[in-house]
Nanobody, 123 residues
Framework: QVQLVESGGGLVHAGDSLRLSCAASGRTFNMYAMGWFRQVPGKEREFVAA????????YYADSVKGRFTISRDNAKNTVYLQMNSLKPEDTTVYHC????????????????WGQGTQVTVSS
């Protein structure tokens, strides 16, 4: 089993920044990638960003490219999401996730999910 715990959400103004963290614990050996997703109530879950654990290759949704940066600290089993130039439409719950299979790209098919952290951006 793997546990994922997010932190760093909060209430900010448009244009501000936040950094989300997600710490993984448990059976993390051979993890392939970690990612961030967000879901607005009533809509499908949306991929935000992902990073491969060994090579550090990054992937971003077009809606956040240039504003968000994903990074990892392998020693701490932690992934970060630096969010700059936040917009009101970024408001929602952000979840981190972890996957082991390399048969699909890191934008989907995740095995474990965190509970989420709320990000609210006021205009």
């Amino acid at each position: 089993q793997v546990q994922l715990v997010e932190s760093g959400g909060g209430l900010v103004h448009a244009g501000d920044s936040l950094r989300l963290s997600c710490a993984a614990s448990g059976r993390t050996f051979n993890m392939y990638a970690m990612g961030w997703f967000r879901q607005v109530p009533g809509k499908e879950r949306e991929f935000v960003a992902a990073i491969t654990w060994r090579g550090g290759r990054t992937y971003y949704a077009d809606s956040v490219k240039g504003r968000f940066t994903i990074s990892r600290d392998n020693a701490k089993n932690t992934v970060y999401l630096q969010m700059n130039s936040l917009k009101p439409e970024d408001t929602t719950v952000y979840h981190c996730a972890a996957k082991w299979s390399e048969r699909s790209n890191p934008t989907g098919d995740y095995d474990y999910w965190g509970q989420g952290t709320q990000v609210t951006v006021s205009s």
